[in-house]
């Protein structure tokens, strides 16, 4: 196999002696939505950003947009075709999952808002070639996304959803959708409508996998990565357990497994791993990475004060993990908010998230920091880097209406010395008024949006695939 070959397999971290990479953040990268309903007149404005590689020469943003009627309010997921680069040209924007004001999930009389947030995607790109063929699933992708209801209150405002776990509860859930780049190399063609994600087997009843009796469940912020070297398989974890009545509000992940089916020419959730971390801790935002003779999987603790937890397993779906010490200290810093970890094209395994702790404004998400992380010294953390301060790059945000950049993705490597890190800014501060928020002021509403910032490397790298 080519080295080509195996990062399209997936790549093992080993001890590399590649120079650490620089960052320069670039600044606003997406500022507006062009979908009806989805653009700044209504109120809204991209957030959380993900993308794969579609073709050769054609590259899929996915993301999700928000509003400011109230804490987290995350409406649509939004595709756009671009042509050459992540950075290229805009061919094509379109909506995959559409936010509504008027839901009815439940058989209450209520109508609800249907919140649609953090979409990943995973597929190999079209005319890219696996042990020197293209396969059949080339040019197969699934995206996902996650789906709950949102309450309103008296005002207009949205509660928050930790004030309704109830509702939480009852409709949380994952959806999904397949699709295909079009032979015109313009758009993309939807094979299979969005709906919810289930394992196969678990087709109908209130259970959707064997990890929980009820259907609440909630995906990682990280795209899946591919499981076997032919990449008909690939691996995530979800986390589980907002309905769980004997742990209420314990999550509990568990890598899941999709395989392609050549019959239905479709990709199947076939497999669900036992329960990681918990019961000794609660976790969410898993990031999953392939070692030479093993997995990683790193997730943010729930319990304030704790770092990033980690553990090792020969294979996340039978082998008995082996956890890492949770005890903070300099090389493992307390997790402060959202985190994503990520194999990059240089062999090294970066981490991207706040430290409050660490912050010059004592600001959990600000700035929004860069870690390696070696896995063997016990995935300590060094080097950290500054992707981005808000405050020192002069956005126009008061420090008390809470500057934000979180959400940090680094997208698929296509070669030569730079890798995109997209992200997230906004403000604690939103638009209605709030007993315990700020109201964002119009300059701050207008620097919300999707940032970007370059991993430069010493080298170039080679492109992740070898096309025909």
Not at 63 to 78: H, K, L, M, N, Q
């Amino acid at each position: 196999m080519t080295r080509r070959q195996l990062l399209a397999g997936g790549l093992a971290y080993t001890q590399r002696s590649f120079a650490s990479a620089r960052i320069e953040s670039s600044g606003m990268f997406l500022e507006e939505c062009g979908v009806d309903g989805e653009t700044r007149k209504d109120g809204v404005f991209p957030a959380h950003p993900n993308g794969i590689r579609l073709g050769k020469n054609r590259f899929l943003l996915v993301y999700a947009t928000r509003g400011f009627r109230g804490v987290d309010e995350d409406r649509s997921i939004i595709y756009q075709v671009r042509s050459s680069s992540f950075a290229g040209r805009v061919l094509k924007e379109g909506i995959l999952a559409r936010s509504i004001d008027d839901w009815r999930p439940l058989d209450d009389g209520r109508l609800y808002k249907k919140n649609n947030g953090s979409p990943t995607v995973f597929g190999v790109p079209k005319g890219a070639r696996i042990h020197g063929k293209v396969p059949p699933n080339a040019n197969l992708f699934v995206a996902k996304w996650y789906q709950h209801a949102r309450a309103f209150a008296e005002s207009g405002r949205l509660i928050k959803a930790t004030e309704s776990l109830d509702l939480m509860e009852k409709t949380l859930h994952v959806e999904a959708t397949q699709f295909r780049l079009n032979n015109a190399g313009d758009d993309i063609e939807i094979l299979q409508p969005p709906a919810a994600l289930r394992q196969k087997g678990y087709e109908t009843g209130e259970a959707m996998c064997s990890a929980s009796p009820r259907g609440d469940m909630n995906q990682s912020f990280v795209n899946p990565v591919p499981f076997n070297t032919d990449l008909t398989e690939w691996i995530d974890c979800h986390h589980f357990g907002w309905s769980d009545p004997k742990h209420p509000g314990g999550n509990r992940i568990a890598a899941i497994k999709f395989r392609y089916s050549p019959k239905r020419h479709r990709y199947e959730w076939v497999e669900t791993g036992p329960v990681l971390f918990y019961p000794e801790y609660s976790a969410i935002e898993a990031s999953t990475i392939r070692l030479k003779d093993s997995w990683a999987i790193g997730a943010r603790a729930q319990q304030k004060g704790l770092p990033v937890l980690w553990l090792r397993s020969e294979d996340p779906f039978s082998s008995k993990p082996k956890y890492i010490s949770s005890e903070v200290s300099e090389q493992h810093p307390p997790s402060s908010g959202p985190m994503t970890a990520y194999l990059c094209a240089d062999g090294v395994i970066r981490l991207l998230s706040g430290d409050g702790r660490e912050s010059p404004y004592r600001i959990a998400r600000n700035p929004l920091y860069c870690w390696e992380v070696n896995p063997d010294r016990g995935f300590a953390l060094s080097n950290r880097r500054v992707v981005i301060d808000l405050l020192q790059a002069g956005l126009p945000i008061r420090r008390e209406a809470g500057p934000v950049a979180d959400m940090a993705k680094v997208l698929p490597h296509s070669g030569g010395r730079e890798q995109l890190i997209l992200h997230r800014v906004r403000t604690t501060a939103i638009g209605v008024p709030n007993p315990d928020r700020k109201l964002a002021t119009d300059s701050e509403k207008r620097v919300h949006g999707i940032y970007s910032a370059h991993l430069l490397f010493e080298e170039d790298q080679a492109d992740t695939w070898d096309f025909a």
